[in-house]
């Protein structure tokens, strides 16, 4: 048995740090459920072991149904990088506490907006 086993994340995290925490998730026995954004992730093409991170995860399709249902069901919301426009129906990411009392909200941000870094 996993210490987290059980335990549902919706991986919607664009980026080197939502990809390294969804893998660990998934390693410790998480059940990790990704929504890649519609234009793609930038971390792709500059880490060679993107694929790698990105393994364990079940890749949903994008259908509203499925998304909602994920979201609904999830422990977990993993956000992260850049916010993507292509939420296939969730709300805006500053909504998700909101909209999804239950869950965790991760929001990995790589600059905090404090820093001054952010852009």
């Given at each position: 048995?996993?210490?987290?086993?059980?335990?549902?994340?919706?991986?919607?995290?664009?980026?080197?740090?939502a990809a390294l925490i969804a893998r660990f998730l998934a390693d410790m026995g998480a059940v990790?459920?990704?929504?890649?954004?519609?234009?793609?992730?930038?971390?792709?093409?500059?880490?060679?072991?993107?694929?790698?991170?990105?393994?364990?995860?079940?890749?949903?399709?994008?259908?509203?149904?499925?998304?909602?249902?994920?979201?609904?069901?999830?422990?977990?919301?993993?956000?992260?990088?850049?916010?993507?426009?292509?939420?296939?129906?969730?709300?805006?990411?500053?909504?998700?506490?909101?909209?999804?009392?239950?869950?965790?909200?991760?929001?990995?941000?790589?600059?905090?907006?404090?820093?001054?870094?952010?852009?």
């Amino acid at each position: 048995m996993k210490v987290l086993e059980g335990l549902r994340v919706l991986d919607l995290g664009v980026g080197m740090a939502a990809a390294l925490i969804a893998r660990f998730l998934a390693d410790m026995g998480a059940v990790v459920e990704r929504l890649p954004p519609g234009e793609g992730d930038f971390s792709a093409e500059l880490y060679p072991a993107h694929d790698v991170w990105r393994s364990g995860a079940r890749i949903l399709s994008g259908d509203w149904f499925e998304t909602q249902a994920a979201a609904d069901a999830a422990d977990v919301i993993l956000m992260g990088g850049e916010s993507f426009p292509n939420l296939k129906g969730l709300p805006p990411p500053a909504g998700f506490l909101e909209a999804y009392p239950r869950a965790i909200v991760l929001d990995l941000d790589a600059y905090p907006p404090a820093t001054g870094l952010s852009d």
